[in-house]
Protein backbone atom coordinates (compact mmCIF):
# COMPACT_ATOMS: atom_id res chain seq x y z
CA UNK A 1 0.00 0.00 0.00
CA UNK A 2 0.76 3.50 -0.99
CA UNK A 3 1.38 6.53 1.24
CA UNK A 4 -0.19 10.17 0.29
CA UNK A 5 0.59 13.75 0.50
CA UNK A 6 -2.69 14.65 2.68
CA UNK A 7 -1.95 17.98 3.55
CA UNK A 8 1.11 20.05 3.23
CA UNK A 9 0.20 23.50 5.63
CA UNK A 10 2.20 26.61 5.65
CA UNK A 11 1.94 28.18 8.76
CA UNK A 12 2.47 31.73 9.02
CA UNK A 13 2.45 34.58 11.50
CA UNK A 14 -0.74 34.28 13.36
CA UNK A 15 -1.92 31.20 11.80
CA UNK A 16 0.38 29.56 14.13
CA UNK A 17 -2.36 30.05 16.65
CA UNK A 18 -5.12 28.04 14.34
CA UNK A 19 -4.70 24.12 16.06
CA UNK A 20 -7.64 23.01 13.73
CA UNK A 21 -5.24 21.62 10.72
CA UNK A 22 -2.42 20.00 13.55
CA UNK A 23 0.40 22.35 14.91
CA UNK A 24 3.84 22.86 13.50
CA UNK A 25 6.64 22.30 15.98
CA UNK A 26 5.87 19.77 18.63
CA UNK A 27 2.15 18.45 19.84
CA UNK A 28 0.02 16.46 18.36
CA UNK A 29 -1.91 13.34 19.62
CA UNK A 30 -1.29 11.40 22.63
CA UNK A 31 -2.18 7.07 22.65
CA UNK A 32 -5.42 7.94 23.72
CA UNK A 33 -6.29 10.16 20.58
CA UNK A 34 -6.31 13.10 22.17
CA UNK A 35 -5.07 16.16 19.95
CA UNK A 36 -2.70 18.64 21.99
CA UNK A 37 -0.97 21.77 20.65
CA UNK A 38 1.80 22.45 22.22
CA UNK A 39 3.24 25.95 21.82
CA UNK A 40 7.19 25.79 22.71
CA UNK A 41 8.29 29.31 22.03
CA UNK A 42 4.95 31.00 24.02
CA UNK A 43 5.34 28.74 26.55
CA UNK A 44 1.65 26.85 26.64
CA UNK A 45 -0.03 23.62 26.17
CA UNK A 46 -3.99 23.24 25.51
CA UNK A 47 -6.05 20.14 24.22
CA UNK A 48 -7.85 20.91 20.60
CA UNK A 49 -11.63 19.50 20.04
CA UNK A 50 -12.74 17.63 17.43
CA UNK A 51 -13.72 20.97 16.09
CA UNK A 52 -10.34 22.07 15.78
CA UNK A 53 -10.97 25.02 18.85
CA UNK A 54 -8.83 24.68 22.23
CA UNK A 55 -11.08 23.21 25.00
CA UNK A 56 -7.97 24.26 27.45
CA UNK A 57 -4.98 25.65 27.72
CA UNK A 58 -1.98 25.54 30.63
CA UNK A 59 1.42 27.78 30.77
CA UNK A 60 2.38 30.60 32.99
CA UNK A 61 -0.40 33.07 30.74
CA UNK A 62 -3.83 33.12 29.38
CA UNK A 63 -3.53 32.10 26.14
CA UNK A 64 -6.95 32.90 24.99
CA UNK A 65 -9.35 34.73 27.06
CA UNK A 66 -12.98 32.87 26.33
CA UNK A 67 -10.87 29.38 26.66
CA UNK A 68 -10.43 28.24 30.17
CA UNK A 69 -6.47 27.97 31.07
CA UNK A 70 -4.50 26.45 33.95
CA UNK A 71 -1.66 28.17 35.26
CA UNK A 72 1.62 26.54 35.48
CA UNK A 73 4.92 27.98 35.02
CA UNK A 74 5.60 25.79 31.95
CA UNK A 75 8.85 27.11 30.37
CA UNK A 76 9.22 25.60 26.43
CA UNK A 77 7.13 22.67 26.62
CA UNK A 78 7.88 19.59 24.24
CA UNK A 79 6.19 16.87 25.06
CA UNK A 80 2.91 15.62 26.48
CA UNK A 81 1.68 12.22 27.16
CA UNK A 82 -1.27 10.29 29.03
CA UNK A 83 -0.85 9.08 32.63
CA UNK A 84 -2.68 5.87 33.89
CA UNK A 85 -4.89 7.88 36.05
CA UNK A 86 -6.55 10.12 32.88
CA UNK A 87 -4.23 13.17 33.76
CA UNK A 88 -1.51 14.75 31.13
CA UNK A 89 2.25 14.53 31.77
CA UNK A 90 4.10 17.63 30.09
CA UNK A 91 7.99 18.25 29.44
CA UNK A 92 8.82 21.53 30.48
CA UNK A 93 12.33 21.22 28.50
CA UNK A 94 13.14 25.17 29.42
CA UNK A 95 13.00 24.98 33.15
CA UNK A 96 13.49 20.95 33.49
CA UNK A 97 10.42 20.00 34.60
CA UNK A 98 8.14 17.59 34.43
CA UNK A 99 3.96 18.47 35.34
CA UNK A 100 1.27 16.79 36.04
CA UNK A 101 -1.98 18.76 34.60
CA UNK A 102 -5.41 16.85 35.90
CA UNK A 103 -8.29 18.78 33.93
CA UNK A 104 -11.03 16.90 36.50
CA UNK A 105 -9.28 19.08 39.42
CA UNK A 106 -8.19 22.02 37.82
CA UNK A 107 -4.76 21.27 39.00
CA UNK A 108 -1.35 21.55 38.16
CA UNK A 109 1.76 19.73 40.32
CA UNK A 110 5.16 19.12 40.09
CA UNK A 111 5.98 15.79 39.32
CA UNK A 112 10.02 15.95 38.33
CA UNK A 113 12.46 18.92 38.99
CA UNK A 114 15.11 17.72 37.06
CA UNK A 115 17.30 20.67 38.49
CA UNK A 116 17.44 19.13 41.46
CA UNK A 117 18.76 16.01 39.85
CA UNK A 118 21.24 17.42 37.64
CA UNK A 119 19.43 17.49 34.78
CA UNK A 120 20.48 20.41 32.17
CA UNK A 121 18.48 19.34 29.14
CA UNK A 122 15.25 17.34 30.15
CA UNK A 123 13.75 15.84 26.79
CA UNK A 124 10.30 13.88 26.62
CA UNK A 125 8.38 12.00 29.53
CA UNK A 126 6.88 8.92 28.59
CA UNK A 127 4.77 6.55 30.97
CA UNK A 128 5.42 2.71 30.16
CA UNK A 129 3.84 -0.56 30.27
CA UNK A 130 4.23 -0.69 34.26
CA UNK A 131 3.33 2.78 35.19
CA UNK A 132 7.03 4.45 35.51
CA UNK A 133 8.05 7.76 33.87
CA UNK A 134 10.96 7.44 31.62
CA UNK A 135 12.80 10.49 30.75
CA UNK A 136 15.93 11.09 28.79
CA UNK A 137 18.64 13.70 29.48
CA UNK A 138 19.20 15.56 26.04
CA UNK A 139 23.09 16.51 25.91
CA UNK A 140 23.55 14.40 29.31
CA UNK A 141 23.54 10.97 27.28
CA UNK A 142 21.23 9.08 29.84
CA UNK A 143 17.62 8.14 30.06
CA UNK A 144 16.28 8.05 33.80
CA UNK A 145 13.44 5.90 35.28
CA UNK A 146 10.96 7.28 37.56
CA UNK A 147 8.13 6.24 39.48
CA UNK A 148 4.50 7.39 38.92
CA UNK A 149 4.91 9.72 41.81
CA UNK A 150 8.46 10.97 40.75
CA UNK A 151 11.14 8.62 42.50
CA UNK A 152 14.64 8.27 40.54
CA UNK A 153 14.83 4.73 40.10
CA UNK A 154 16.93 3.57 37.70
CA UNK A 155 19.35 5.97 35.47
CA UNK A 156 20.84 4.69 32.04
CA UNK A 157 24.25 6.11 30.93
CA UNK A 158 27.12 7.45 32.94
CA UNK A 159 26.83 10.96 30.83
CA UNK A 160 30.22 9.66 28.55
CA UNK A 161 29.31 9.77 25.35
CA UNK A 162 29.15 6.23 23.54
CA UNK A 163 27.60 3.29 21.19
CA UNK A 164 27.88 0.22 21.86
CA UNK A 165 26.12 -2.30 19.11
CA UNK A 166 23.99 -5.67 19.96
CA UNK A 167 22.58 -5.24 23.40
CA UNK A 168 24.26 -4.35 26.98
CA UNK A 169 23.05 -4.06 30.00
CA UNK A 170 21.28 -0.77 32.20
CA UNK A 171 24.92 -0.16 33.72
CA UNK A 172 27.00 -0.47 30.78
CA UNK A 173 25.18 1.51 28.53
CA UNK A 174 25.72 4.34 26.60
CA UNK A 175 24.35 7.05 24.78
CA UNK A 176 25.11 10.28 22.40
CA UNK A 177 22.35 13.32 22.86
CA UNK A 178 19.13 11.32 22.91
CA UNK A 179 16.70 13.26 21.05
CA UNK A 180 13.41 11.61 21.34
CA UNK A 181 11.65 8.59 23.81
CA UNK A 182 8.83 6.62 22.28
CA UNK A 183 6.57 3.97 23.91
CA UNK A 184 6.34 0.96 21.32
CA UNK A 185 3.35 -1.29 21.04
CA UNK A 186 5.33 -4.21 22.45
CA UNK A 187 5.80 -2.42 25.81
CA UNK A 188 9.31 -1.59 25.11
CA UNK A 189 10.96 1.83 25.33
CA UNK A 190 12.09 3.18 21.93
CA UNK A 191 15.22 5.76 21.87
CA UNK A 192 16.65 7.91 19.01
CA UNK A 193 20.18 8.25 20.27
CA UNK A 194 21.05 10.87 18.07
CA UNK A 195 24.91 11.99 17.55
CA UNK A 196 25.00 8.51 17.10
CA UNK A 197 22.91 7.49 14.29
CA UNK A 198 21.15 4.89 15.61
CA UNK A 199 17.80 3.60 17.12
CA UNK A 200 18.16 1.99 20.20
CA UNK A 201 15.41 -0.23 22.46
CA UNK A 202 15.14 -0.20 25.90
CA UNK A 203 13.48 -3.79 27.03
CA UNK A 204 11.27 -2.76 30.29
CA UNK A 205 11.35 -5.85 32.15
CA UNK A 206 15.33 -7.07 31.59
CA UNK A 207 15.87 -3.24 31.37
CA UNK A 208 18.96 -4.10 29.07
CA UNK A 209 19.48 -2.10 25.79
CA UNK A 210 19.67 -3.00 21.97
CA UNK A 211 20.79 -1.39 19.11
CA UNK A 212 18.56 -2.11 16.26
CA UNK A 213 19.02 0.29 13.59
CA UNK A 214 22.61 2.39 12.78
CA UNK A 215 26.01 1.64 12.62
CA UNK A 216 27.24 4.89 14.97
CA UNK A 217 28.32 6.52 11.82
CA UNK A 218 26.19 9.56 9.90
CA UNK A 219 25.31 9.13 5.95
CA UNK A 220 22.64 7.85 3.67
CA UNK A 221 22.79 4.06 2.99
CA UNK A 222 21.00 0.83 3.56
CA UNK A 223 17.33 1.29 1.92
CA UNK A 224 16.65 -2.34 1.25
CA UNK A 225 19.07 -3.80 3.79
CA UNK A 226 19.28 -4.55 7.15
CA UNK A 227 18.46 -2.02 9.88
CA UNK A 228 21.36 -2.53 11.49
CA UNK A 229 24.02 -1.54 8.84
CA UNK A 230 21.98 2.11 7.95
CA UNK A 231 23.16 5.43 8.53
CA UNK A 232 21.27 8.53 8.85
CA UNK A 233 21.82 11.83 8.49
CA UNK A 234 24.97 14.08 9.58
CA UNK A 235 25.70 17.94 9.85
CA UNK A 236 28.38 18.33 11.96
CA UNK A 237 28.40 22.12 11.50
CA UNK A 238 25.04 22.20 13.13
CA UNK A 239 24.06 22.28 16.85
CA UNK A 240 22.00 19.15 16.85
CA UNK A 241 23.72 16.61 14.59
CA UNK A 242 21.31 13.39 13.60
CA UNK A 243 17.87 12.64 13.11
CA UNK A 244 15.45 14.80 15.32
CA UNK A 245 12.86 12.65 15.44
CA UNK A 246 10.72 9.25 15.81
CA UNK A 247 7.69 7.43 16.15
CA UNK A 248 5.95 3.83 16.00
CA UNK A 249 3.20 2.57 14.26
CA UNK A 250 0.81 0.20 15.93
CA UNK A 251 1.90 -2.67 14.70
CA UNK A 252 5.65 -1.87 15.53
CA UNK A 253 7.04 -0.12 12.52
CA UNK A 254 9.29 2.15 13.62
CA UNK A 255 9.51 5.87 11.33
CA UNK A 256 12.56 7.89 11.77
CA UNK A 257 12.51 11.92 11.42
CA UNK A 258 16.09 11.96 9.10
CA UNK A 259 16.81 15.41 9.23
CA UNK A 260 20.03 15.90 7.57
CA UNK A 261 18.71 13.70 4.82
CA UNK A 262 15.34 15.32 4.42
CA UNK A 263 13.73 12.11 4.65
CA UNK A 264 11.21 10.03 6.65
CA UNK A 265 12.88 6.32 7.06
CA UNK A 266 10.90 3.32 8.13
CA UNK A 267 12.10 0.31 9.69
CA UNK A 268 9.95 -2.74 9.61
CA UNK A 269 8.51 -4.36 12.52
CA UNK A 270 10.81 -7.59 12.32
CA UNK A 271 13.45 -5.20 12.03
CA UNK A 272 14.92 -6.69 8.70
CA UNK A 273 14.60 -4.00 6.42
CA UNK A 274 14.37 0.05 6.41
CA UNK A 275 13.41 2.34 3.28
CA UNK A 276 12.88 5.92 2.54
CA UNK A 277 9.15 6.41 2.90
CA UNK A 278 9.04 10.24 1.57
CA UNK A 279 10.88 12.83 0.89
CA UNK A 280 15.00 13.06 -0.66
CA UNK A 281 14.25 12.21 -4.20
CA UNK A 282 10.23 11.68 -4.20
CA UNK A 283 10.48 15.17 -4.95
CA UNK A 284 8.69 16.08 -1.37
CA UNK A 285 11.22 18.71 0.03
CA UNK A 286 11.11 17.53 3.81
CA UNK A 287 13.34 20.69 5.27
CA UNK A 288 14.33 20.36 8.66
CA UNK A 289 11.69 17.64 10.11
CA UNK A 290 11.55 18.78 13.44
CA UNK A 291 8.76 16.06 14.87
CA UNK A 292 6.81 13.29 13.80
CA UNK A 293 3.96 11.83 14.99
CA UNK A 294 2.08 8.83 13.70
CA UNK A 295 -1.61 7.94 14.64
CA UNK A 296 -4.19 6.15 12.86
CA UNK A 297 -2.46 5.71 9.36
CA UNK A 298 -1.27 9.24 9.36
CA UNK A 299 2.36 10.23 9.89
CA UNK A 300 2.32 13.80 11.05
CA UNK A 301 5.80 15.71 9.79
CA UNK A 302 6.12 19.17 10.94
CA UNK A 303 9.53 21.60 9.84
CA UNK A 304 11.10 23.93 11.21
CA UNK A 305 10.15 26.85 9.58
CA UNK A 306 6.84 26.86 9.41
CA UNK A 307 5.27 23.50 7.50
CA UNK A 308 3.47 20.53 8.29
CA UNK A 309 3.13 17.72 5.91
CA UNK A 310 0.70 15.34 6.58
CA UNK A 311 0.90 11.66 4.99
CA UNK A 312 -1.84 8.54 4.74
CA UNK A 313 -1.30 5.38 4.29
CA UNK A 314 -3.54 4.15 0.98
CA UNK A 315 -4.99 1.41 3.01
CA UNK A 316 -6.87 4.41 5.45
CA UNK A 317 -9.79 6.39 3.83
CA UNK A 318 -9.43 9.88 2.96
CA UNK A 319 -9.64 12.36 5.55
CA UNK A 320 -9.04 15.94 2.94
CA UNK A 321 -9.70 16.23 -1.08
CA UNK A 322 -6.44 17.49 -2.08
CA UNK A 323 -4.47 14.26 -1.70
CA UNK A 324 -1.03 13.98 -3.66
CA UNK A 325 0.46 10.59 -4.01
CA UNK A 326 3.94 10.09 -3.34
CA UNK A 327 6.01 9.65 -6.64
Not at 41 to 48: A, K, P, R
Amino acid sequence: MQWIVEKFLKFEGSDKQKPRDGYVQFGFHTASGNLYAIDNEQHWVGLVNHEGALSWTAGPNVVVASVPHLHVELEEPHYVCDAPDGSILVASSGNCRVYKLDRLTNMASLLIDGHSLGITFLGNSVVDMHGNIRVNEVKGCKIHKFSSWGELLLTFGNGVPGFQPGTVAREDAQFNWVYDLRLGPDGNIYVLDSRNYAVRVIDTVRETVTTVAGTGSGGYDGDGGEPISATFGSNPNTYFDGPWSLSLDEHGNIYVGDTWNRAIRVITADRTSIKTLAGSSDGLDLYHICGLDYYAGQLFIPLWDGELVVLRHGKYSARHPTEVPLK
